[in-house]
């Protein structure tokens, strides 16, 4: 996505392509997103915690493309906007559970977006 044309809205979800995973984050908007990531950004399979973090989009993206992806409007209704940024916001440095299948960033954005933690990238679900 061209930085100039990016374009959204508190609450959204935005998806970051990391070649072999997406990673996932909030936008709260002010150029911010909170994410929730094992340490160092690792993905093992497990890490006994992970941390939600509140950063700046372009330290998170880099160089790697993304994208908003709301990819379960169509399925569950999403929470309220202020509803959303304020319940992300709240979470910050909280260290949290983390596993690669049953308990992972795109879970967490999902859980704050829609209040059912999800994940598409995984064969087992929540």
Excluded at 14 to 38: C, K, L, S, T
Excluded at 76 to 101: C, F, N, S
Aim: proline share 6%; charged share 30%; aromatic share 12%.
């Amino acid at each position: 996505m061209d930085p100039k044309k990016f374009d959204a809205e508190p609450g959204d979800l935005i998806e970051i392509d990391r070649w072999m995973y997406q990673h996932w984050a909030i936008y709260i908007g002010g150029e911010e997103v909170v994410n929730f990531a094992p340490p160092n950004g690792d993905i093992a399979l497990e890490h006994p915690k992970g941390q939600v973090k509140r950063e700046k989009i372009w330290e998170v993206v880099g160089n790697d493309k993304f994208k908003i992806n709301n990819l379960l409007d169509d399925k569950y209704q999403p929470r309220e906007r202020d509803i959303i940024v304020k319940d992300a916001v709240r979470m910050v440095g909280l260290e949290l559970p983390y596993h690669l299948t049953f308990c992972n960033c795109e879970h967490f954005v999902t859980y704050i977006r829609y209040g059912i933690p999800e994940s598409t990238q995984c064969f087992l679900r929540v």
